[in-house]
């Protein structure tokens, strides 16, 4: 058959008719049957006519379809002779080709009525080498082991496989597994190289191999599976039966007889109670080898464990309440004093709405981390002699996470909320939602939606969660919310809520945290005794300064760790001297067990030179000092602005610096000045998201600092938003502001004249080692914060003609002279 493929493709043949193939790939030496359509009908029987030889062509997939027949094809073919064309067995016509030589296709030489390309035809030429044998040896083993484990191969194909000793007839037979796809059958006829062709053969059917192996060992798997389902049941139907017969067969009776009296117990409400009895009376008709039976007795199970009617809090009482508050909590006197305002309100309530039901409203607690949050919620717990149930909210997007899964679904269960109760056992506990700012949704669901019917105490006494479809009474759970922040809280649960705000802590406060409750407690984690230890205050004191920034105590209480455990450590190596002499841990200590300083005062260090002011900022980690950098430049009129600025703080910087080009005059600015200046503005911390209007006053005193040469005072911060009147107006947060000030060495806070009253819920300490500035207007607050005119003044600086100089020393200065209010 080889020298016949040969003597009739060696014939001087330059062009042929081409009949192109839609998903079909034709090999060499193999006769395969090709449907005739109406489009290459003509092109087959021109071939007829010339020696039965034609070229045979697949399309290209990518190819667009109005591109040029060349374009539309794929460059190798097969130069193959129609044997014969007629109807196929299904009625259609076609013609059945053999393939005899690759060909490659070089130019069209016509297009109607049937299109003709020249070619070029590639033989296969190959030396026989031990290579090539070790090669078609392996290929031969890989066909036969697919072959082998499919079913129904009648054996005659797998001894023709066997039989083809040419490399490149071995390879083209292959081509033909129902597993290649058309581009893998396409890439397999452009291989022109045969012992490349025979590799990815090999490839191939090593691969087709390793996906049998594994889906003939997943269904031994299942079969083994379910033939163990199968002899389980049957074993336990015997079981069943030889238990009947002796009399034996109680244990479903005693299950269901248990469980209905549990509910009995369970005091469940009348809609619980007839849901219960429904679903018990299905189970008893259940066949316990079903699987809905273990799904319905494990509703029925968590019907009667949860808390239907039973509580445990005591009757408040407020002595007791202010004397718990003031043993776990230091300072926080205006938070526990609201704290009892409102358990003294719930009291009132019980004793003269005995025939209402009294709602239990709902807490917010919101503060920068580690102001005591969570153990505020802990306290009151134990002052009214509840249980106490955290459930965390942080992250959670699924709003089935709150509301239950339906039971129809595989492995549902309850919602948080109901777990939570069932976990503390009682119907009126604290729960501490925690996190709540913190709480995402997505296509899944909104949980913050969800919890507006757990938390608005007018409709939560009818709660029901997908699971137990039943409504559960949640009016008796004392619910108190945490959050850093509010402004990521739904409007409509923020209204649901009785927000609390908590501040952080002075430095004394701290220290008096530190030693009532942090040390001792670090003590003992450590593995030391109090006599153990002499932790100084001094010690204290540079560790709130030194070693942390925060508005609460937690990285306080991670640095007392730290420095404990050292002493731990020396205790351990020197046993002989342990317990003799108390280990004295001063300042020294400290900085020997932690290195260098990582915070100081940056205030007074930074501001060396004009243009730069210190502004106060709110952050959900509490209060903190920013510092608004300005620099002018030669060149145009430009206002430019860094470091992460919102839209809001960049219009608070336009209007500053319209404020202080219409007051160039009586600031001491040459009119022109601003005309051939640059400005730039810069908020350090470029990493970080600022935005909020109460930078304005500070933008503007640095304007004015840069363009006049004057320095701001280091000891000075300043919040309070800017209009273009030059008016200084009220901001939110002024007490984390004040206290952040404090921690960072400020001494002098300018801020609004009408935040005055927010002044009142500092501590008295604070009030006192702090100056505060009131302003109404911008021009107050140049007076406070910049210092007098230096010598060199700014025309100098930018090499101002001695006309220019001369009219600046005239403009008076006494409207910004410094002074505090």
């Known amino acids: 058959m080889e020298d016949e493929h040969v003597s009739e493709t060696t014939q001087p043949i330059q062009t042929l008719p081409l009949i192109p193939l839609d998903g079909v790939v034709v090999f060499p030496y193999t006769v395969v049957t090709v449907p005739l359509s109406e489009e290459i009908e003509a092109a087959a029987h021109a071939a007829m006519h010339e020696g039965q030889l034609a070229l045979l062509v697949a399309y290209r997939r990518d190819a667009p379809s109005d591109a040029p027949l060349a374009l539309r ?22 013609m ?9 296709l070089c130019e069209q030489t016509q297009d109607r009525p049937y299109p003709r390309f020249r070619y070029i035809e590639h033989h296969d030429h190959t030396e026989r080498t031990d290579e090539l044998e070790q090669l078609m040896t392996e290929v031969h083993a890989a066909i036969d082991a697919v072959l082998e484990l499919r079913p129904g191969i009648p054996q005659e194909i797998r001894n023709f496989v066997r039989s083809i000793d040419d490399p490149g007839h071995l390879a083209d037979n292959t081509g033909y597994s129902p597993d290649y796809t058309f581009e893998e059958r396409q890439d397999l006829l452009e291989t022109l190289d045969v012992v490349e062709r025979l590799r990815k053969v090999l490839a191939f059917y090593r691969k087709q191999l390793a996906l049998m192996n594994i889906q003939a060992r997943l269904r031994q798997e299942v079969q083994d599976a379910a033939a163990r389902q199968q002899r389980e049941f049957y074993l336990r139907q015997q079981l069943r039966a030889i238990q009947k017969e002796l009399g034996e067969d109680t244990t479903e009776e005693d299950e269901l007889a248990q ?21 018990l009376h299905r189970l008893s008709r259940m066949n316990s ?7 319905v007795r494990t509703y029925l199970e968590w019907m009667a464990e949860l808390p239907w009617n039973k509580t445990t809090g005591a009757p408040i009482d407020i002595a007791h309440t202010r004397q718990v508050l003031d043993e776990d909590h230091y300072g926080l006197h205006a938070i526990k004093e609201r704290i009892l305002e409102y358990l003294a309100i719930q009291q009132r309530r019980q004793h003269l709405m005995k025939e209402e039901r009294v709602r239990e409203p ?9 102001v005591g949050k969570t153990s505020l919620g802990q306290s009151i717990a134990r002052a009214l002699g509840r249980q106490f149930a955290r459930m965390s909210l942080g992250g959670v997007r699924d709003e089935a996470e709150l509301r239950g899964f339906r039971r129809t679904y595989i492995g549902s269960q309850p919602g948080r909320l109901i777990q939570e109760l069932r976990r503390a056992g009682t119907s009126d506990p604290v729960l501490l939602l925690d996190e709540i700012d913190k709480l995402g949704h997505d296509y899944r669901g909104d949980p913050a939606a969800a919890l507006l019917e757990v938390l608005d105490p007018e409709q939560n006494d009818t709660f029901t969660d997908h699971y137990l479809n039943v409504p559960f009474d949640l009016s008796k759970v004392l619910f108190i919310a945490t959050a850093n922040t509010m402004d990521t809280v739904p409007p409509a649960l923020r209204d649901r809520m009785e927000v609390i705000e908590l501040s952080g802590y002075t430095g004394d406060e701290k ?23 002499i932790f100084e205050e001094e010690a204290l004191r540079i560790l709130i300064h030194d070693y942390t920034r925060e508005a609460g105590v937690r990285n306080l209480e991670r640095q007392i760790g730290a420095v404990l455990r050292k002493v731990t450590r020396r205790l351990v190596e020197e046993p002989s001297g342990a317990g003799s002499t108390p280990v004295r841990i001063d300042g020294a200590f400290v900085r020997q067990a932690l290195g260098r300083p990582r915070f100081f005062n940056e205030a007074r260090e930074r501001i060396d030179q004009p243009g730069v002011a210190t502004g106060l900022v709110w952050t959900p980690s509490g209060g903190d000092i920013v510092f608004v950098e300005a620099s002018v430049v030669e060149g145009s009129r430009e206002l430019r602005l860094t470091g992460q600025l919102g839209d809001v703080m960049r219009e608070s910087a336009e209007a500053a610096l319209t404020y202080v080009r219409s007051r160039a005059h009586t600031l001491g600015i040459d009119p022109h000045f601003f005309d051939r200046h640059a400005i730039h503005i810069h908020v350090p911390g470029g990493a970080v998201p600022k935005d909020g209007p109460s930078a304005g006053i500070t933008m503007a005193t640095a304007l004015a600092s840069a363009a006049t040469g004057r320095l701001v005072r280091d000891d000075v911060a300043m919040t309070g938003e800017i209009t273009l009147r030059g008016r200084v107006l009220p901001v939110g947060g002024v007490k984390e502001k004040v206290l952040g000030a404090h921690r960072a060495g400020i001494s002098t806070i300018i801020l609004p004249r009408r935040n005055e009253v927010d002044l009142d819920d500092l501590p008295s300490d604070v009030r006192e080692a702090l100056t505060f500035v009131p302003v109404e207007t911008l021009d107050e607050v140049l007076a406070a914060a910049l210092l007098p005119h230096p010598a060199a003044t700014i025309s100098n600086l930018f090499g101002a003609t001695p006309q220019e100089t001369h009219a600046s020393e005239e403009t008076p200065h006494a409207s910004v002279t410094p002074g505090r209010a």
């Open 73 to 94: 094809l794929h460059r190798i073919g097969v130069v193959a002779r129609i044997e014969q064309i007629g109807r196929l067995p299904n009625g259609a016509h076609g």
């Open 289 to 295: 080898a079903s699987p809905e039976y273990q799904m």
């Open 96 to 104: 059945v080709v053999r393939g005899l030589v690759r060909a490659e």
């Open 511 to 533: 220290v008096h945290i530190a030693q009532r409750h942090l040390i001792p407690k670090q003590l003992r984690a450590n593995g030391l005794r109090p006599e153990e230890v």
């Open 259 to 279: 469980l209905r009296e549990k509910l009995e117990a369970a005091n469940l409400t009348p809609a619980a109670r007839k849901e219960a009895d429904r679903e």
């Open 362 to 370: 709902i807490l917010a607690f919101v503060g920068p981390p580690g």
